[in-house]
């Protein structure tokens, strides 16, 4: 089993930066995908992005596209979210999340292993 921790959430206001971070540790050999998403109050859990583990494959949701950068640092087992140019609209409690499929997908029921979430908050 896969172990996934996030850190790096807070409060920033409208147009700052934050970078999320995503430790993983575990049985780690059998995912190949790992994503963000995120889930404000009265809302669904969305998909924000995700990387395949080489590195070579991403995807982003229309919202974040040009905003927010997913990475991954293998020799540090460590997933990031670089979220620029914040805006109200991306408060939420982000997740970390892995899967098992070879390739980066949007639907969240592909992801198995989760984090317990972070929490960013922008003001206005």
């Known amino acids: 089993q896969a172990q996934l921790v996030e850190s790096g959430g807070g409060l920033v206001q409208a147009g700052g930066s934050l970078r999320l971070s995503c430790a993983t540790s575990?049985?780690?050999?059998?995912?190949?995908?790992y994503g963000w998403f995120r889930q404000a109050p009265g809302k669904e859990r969305e998909f924000v992005a995700a990387?395949?583990?080489?590195?070579?494959?991403?995807q982003y949701a229309d919202s974040v596209k040009g905003r927010f950068t997913i990475s991954r640092d293998n020799a540090k087992n460590t997933v990031y979210l670089q979220m620029n140019r914040l805006e109200p609209e991306d408060t939420a409690v982000y997740f970390c999340?892995?899967?098992?499929?070879?390739?980066?997908?949007?639907?969240?029921?592909?992801?198995?292993?989760w984090g317990q979430g972070t929490q960013v908050t922008v003001s206005s």
């Open positions: 999340a892995a899967s098992t499929f070879r390739v980066p997908g949007q639907d969240k029921r592909l992801y198995v292993y």
């Open positions: 575990g049985r780690t050999s059998s995912t190949n995908v």
């Open positions: 990387i395949r583990r080489s590195g070579d494959n991403t």
